[in-house]
Structure formats: structure tokens, C-alpha cells
């Protein structure tokens, strides 16, 4: 597939100039024409002349979905078209990622796509679950319905992803001023004191020593240890992309007693909630289970909801493959099976996403209120080392006075 330059007038006369990705020519002839523009020129571009194109629009959040969601419920509900709505969505949205994927989706709109066909083309800004919950709607003719209840949905996930930044902004700041502590000390304020000390011929301490050889070691060797870390954080990234990354960090997440809880209700309330929005749509349950594997963030809960997908498609009830994978907490599985047996899972798995996305908030506070006290020691502890080392010298050289 190359990469063809364009030059055409839209219906306002205007000149636009751009580029799309085509097998040949005739093909990018014919989808101008089909956006009703009237076709100047069309050039093959090469990696000289292709067009610099540089965005620098971040990925829309949750919080942006939700609000795209929301008011695109809205108007429809008010008798205006889809393509209407599209337009007015578009010139609205501060997310350049967003605005123009939207553009997109009206053009394709207006061409005689249906909604939930026009946003799987733009699989890197709306979620799946997005996508499938238009193209329910549209099936069933209740398409505002099916976005007001993925608005809700992405409020549930944005409230409950604040919770969990809310959970790691503490010891993050802490830790970075822990760093830059350390830091300063090491390579302006123990040099100064060590010359001091040398100047006086007075014996260092063993503490001292041992600050001191960092200190000098860090003096030394800076340009080394700068690249160094940045090569390893930047190998730690990679790998835990890689198929072995992926399970082994998730293997601790939930082996970590601090954390475990916390991942293991943020699961919970995730799973529960999008499976009870996708089967509120009428999404089947074999499909819906397998769009909310692929939301899931720790690989466990993937594989394990991948393996009850398998099992549905051969009979058995959705609660049995949760229980064997020994990863939700019983509560999960039996609600589900009670709503099983009495043909009410989704109002189960509603009560359960309410239930859990309470937990997920008082484990966010249980967690930071361990986890200050413990920060606070550890950080104590690294300042009570590099001041020891410090004040040692000075000791020392006092207890020799007093000696005379």
C-alpha cells in the first residue's frame, strides 16, 4: 500500500491538500469523489515528498469517552441525525485524537456506513465495547440507549482509575524527593564536610567511609550511571510488554500483599460492571465475556476469562470457570450463580460492580494510610544515614577532646 498526495475543491469551493493510503491511484480518486470533492491531482509520495504529519494529541482518556458518550446520547434523544450530531461533537472536542477520529466517522457516516462500522475503523481511539455496544444499538434501534449506558460505564472506569492514580501520586512524589535528597547530599554536601574533615586529619568513621565512596563513585562515574538507568528502565518497559513481562508482573500484583486486594477488587468491579453494560445491550454472552477479556489490564484475569468464554461455548454456566481459576473472590462467583439460576444475572452483576467499585475505594484509602507511615520510615531512615554520616566524624573528633 503507498501513500498518495491529493489536491481537491469541496463543495465550497475551498482547496484542500492532504494524503491518504491506497493500493493505486483509481482507489483514492474514488473515495474523494465519494466525500464529494472534485479531484485536482493525485501523486505517488515518497519518503521525501510524503507529508510531515506530527500530532500531538494525546490518546482520548476515559474521562473524554465518557463525555463523547454522554452528549451524543443527549442530542440524538433530541430528533437531531447522527451526522448532525457527529459535526457538532467534532467541533466541540479538545482532544485532537478524538475530533478528528470523529470526522472521520461522519465522513463514513455519510457515505452509507452504519455507526458501529465507521468507529471499528479507528480501533486505537474507541474501545471495543464501544464498538459493540453502537452496533447492538443500531440492531435493536436504540442507539441513544446504548450510549448513554456505555457513558455510564466509562464514568464507572474513570472513577474508579482516579481512585487507583489518587493511590500511587503520594509515593511517587515521595519517592522522587527521596531521590533528589539523596542526591544533593551525596554530590554537594558530603564532599564539603569530607574536605573539612580531611583538613583536620581526624579518622572517619566507618558509616562516613562507606557515604563517602558513593558519593565519590557518583562524582565519578555520572555519566555512566545516567545512561545506564535509563537503558534499564527502558529495558524493564519493553519486557514487560513481552508475553513472560506480562505474568510475572501480574503473578505479583497479586501476590504483593499491599496491592493484592486492591487488583483483585478493581478486577471484580470491572469485569462485573462492562459484562452487565454489554449484556444490557443484548450483546451475547459468549461474545460479551470475550470483549471483556480483552479489557481486562492483568494477563491472569485475560487468560482466565478467554478460558470461561471456551467453557460457555460448551454448556457450562459462566460462574463454574470464575471459581476454578481461584482469581475472584467467592462473592463474584456465587452472586453470578444465583443470578444464573433465577435468569437475572445482569441485575447480579450490576449489584456486584456497585458493591466492588465500593471496595475499590476503601482499599485505595486502606492502602495509602499503610502506605504513608511505612514511606515516611523508609524515607527517615535514608536521611538518618546520610546526617549519621555526617554528624559521625564530628563525634568522633569531640570524644578524642574530651580524652586529652
Known amino acids: 500500500m503507498a501513500t498518495w498526495g491529493y489536491v481537491a475543491i469541496d463543495k465550497s469551493g475551498k482547496e484542500l491538500k492532504g494524503s491518504k ?4 491511484k483509481e482507489a483514492v480518486v474514488r473515495e474523494l469523489k465519494n466525500q464529494g470533492l472534485i479531484v485536482l491531482e493525485v501523486t505517488e509520495q515518497n519518503a521525501l515528498t510524503r507529508d510531515i504529519n506530527i500530532d500531538f494529541g494525546g490518546k482520548p482518556t476515559t474521562r473524554d469517552m465518557a463525555v463523547f458518550c454522554r452528549q451524543f446520547a443527549s442530542i440524538t434523544r433530541a430528533g437531531v441525525t447522527i451526522i448532525e450530531t457527529l459535526t457538532m461533537l467534532a467541533e466541540q472536542t479538545e482532544n485532537v485524537k478524538l475530533q478528528k477520529a470523529i470526522q472521520a466517522v461522519r465522513a463514513d457516516v455519510e457515505k452509507g456506513e452504519s455507526f458501529a462500522d465507521s468507529l471499528s475503523r479507528h480501533p486505537k481511539v474507541f474501545p471495543e465495547l464501544l464498538i459493540q455496544m453502537a452496533r447492538a444499538g443500531e440492531a435493536s434501534g436504540s442507539l441513544d440507549t446504548a450510549m448513554e449506558r456505555m457513558a455510564i460505564q466509562f464514568e464507572k472506569s474513570a472513577k474508579t482509575q482516579a481512585l487507583v492514580r489518587k493511590a500511587m501520586i503520594y509515593p511517587v512524589v515521595v519517592a522522587l524527593v527521596a531521590i533528589a535528597v539523596v542526591i544533593v547530599m551525596l554530590v554537594f554536601v558530603i564532599p564539603r564536610y569530607m574536605d573539612m574533615f580531611e583538613e583536620l586529619g581526624t579518622e572517619l568513621p566507618w558509616i562516613t567511609m562507606m557515604v563517602v565512596h558513593m558519593s565519590n563513585f557518583i562524582q565519578g562515574f555520572w555519566y555512566i550511571i545516567i545512561p545506564a ?23 505479583l ?16 468491579s470491572q469485569m462485573a460492571r462492562t459484562l452487565s453494560t454489554l449484556l444490557a445491550a443484548g450483546v ?8 471483556v477479556a480483552d479489557t481486562m489490564t492483568n494477563i491472569w484475569y485475560k487468560e482466565a476469562l478467554k478460558e470461561a468464554v471456551s467453557q460457555i461455548m460448551i454448556g457450562v454456566p459462566l460462574s463454574q470457570p470464575l471459581q476454578t481459576s481461584g482469581l475472584f473472590p467467592p462473592m463474584v462467583y456465587h452472586m453470578i450463580h444465583i443470578g444464573e439460576e433465577v435468569g437475572s444475572t445482569e441485575e447480579m452483576l450490576n449489584k456486584l460492580a456497585d458493591y466492588y467499585e465500593e471496595e475499590v475505594e476503601m482499599a485505595v484509602q486502606s492502602l495509602m494510610a499503610a502506605m504513608e507511615p ?16 555526617c554528624m559521625a566524624p564530628m563525634v568522633s573528633m569531640y570524644s578524642a577532646l574530651d580524652n586529652l
Request: charged share 15%; no cysteine; net charge positive.
Open 374 to 389: 511505612m514511606i515516611i520510615i523508609v524515607l527517615a531512615g535514608v536521611v538518618g544515614v546520610l546526617i549519621g554520616a
Open 229 to 251: 538507568l535509563i537503558a534499564v528502565v527502558y529495558a524493564l518497559q519493553v519486557w514487560a510488554k513481552t508475553y513472560s513481562g506480562k505474568h510475572v508482573l501480574g503473578r
Open 284 to 291: 451475547p454472552l459468549v461474545e460479551a465475556v470475550d470483549i
Open 253 to 268: 500484583q497479586l501476590k504483593i500483599p499491599a496491592i493484592k486486594n486492591l487488583v483483585v477488587k478493581s478486577a471484580s
Open 21 to 24: 493510503d491506497a493500493d493505486n
